[in-house]
């Protein structure tokens, strides 16, 4: 395809050239929900009595510096620091994801949690930006503000609301929430892994599973870097120095429908979609988990795909559901292609994903806002 002559974008230059894996990935990446729901030793950690008594000393070690600057160096975990660096080589490498239990976050205040939660993620990578605002530490919440992606873009991302967030990748390496209250009903998260999307689509449709490794337009939502505009081209499958990175969020191509200049959506594209969809959706391949306070859950998000069902809040607002949020870029991360550039803004290990816009300044804040 020809750049447009609005944008100069040509999706010969934004990776079209990347190539293929050869076949289906497999290893301890490509699982199954039905598998893992009965092998919750392998990823299911609940912190010890000494653990704990780690995570108040780290965080009386720091009660005099700024979160966004508590690093693993100041936030000193002797022996949970080794079991984290174990648990991160398990999280890059093999299965993707990981849930901690147990956190006493009835014990501490928004601060006190939200700083042992910095400190706990900084074993697990540099802190990213997660919106236009800067936020190092997110919010996530039902803000009672309305979603629509067509007429409102920008003004709302879905994290802020109750309604179902379908299968997606964030826009960084690692994501991790801290459940600090649970909803009424519902709001329960569901993980998939995209190894295995993209090893049964090889193995049902070839044309379709080859139709993901192509660029398709993409929606910033109003949320553009500087020196970028609203919209830009990037595949979902991408296969880079022997590895599959996944990079999915099917609303964000639906909504490019809203720009005159770009031309529809191809009918193979929306076919490829669907069979991607069933495939996360399918109750064999996804493993679905309810959160309870205290709980940590970490992924991997070029192999894992995450999604959560829509929720009834409580009407008290002290009790409203709501998760601390943390993204992540580890140190010894993946190498990632050129094709990343347009979503990570940048491929240096360590330093790369999140949202920036002119003006961002970073924060951390300790309400949701």
Known sequence: MSALPE???SFASNGATDARAPGPIGGPGAWRGVDMAGRQDEWLHGFSA????????????????????????NFV????????????????EGRGFLVLRGLPTDKYSIEETARIYFGLGSY????????????????????GARYDAFKRPGST??????????????????VSLLCLQKSKSGGESSICSSYTVHDQMWARDRDLWAELYKPMWRDRRGEIPPGKIGYYPMAAFHYFDGRLSTNYGRDYVDSTTRFEELPPIPEKLTAAMDLFDRLANDRDNRLDMHFEPGDVQILHNHQILHARADFEDWPEVERKRHLLRLW???????????????RYLGTEIGNRGGIVEPGTRLCCPLEPE
């Open 7 to 9: 944008t100069g974008y």
């Open 50 to 73: 000494a653990e704990l008594t780690e995570l108040e000393n780290a965080l009386q070690g720091c009660r005099n510096t700024d979160i966004m600057d508590i690093r693993r160096e």
């Open 77 to 92: 975990l002797p022996a949970l620091g080794q079991t984290f660096d174990t648990m991160r080589r398990e999280l890059l």
């Open 124 to 143: 697990f990578g540099n802190p990213r930006s997660q919106n236009a605002k800067g936020h190092l530490l997110g919010h996530v919440c039902d803000l």
């Open 157 to 174: 991302r879905v994290y802020q609301t109750h309604i179902r967030q379908p299968f997606h990748t964030d826009s960084v390496d690692v």
């Open 328 to 342: 992540l870029s580890p140190e010894d991360g993946r190498p990632l292609p050129p094709s990343f550039l347009e």
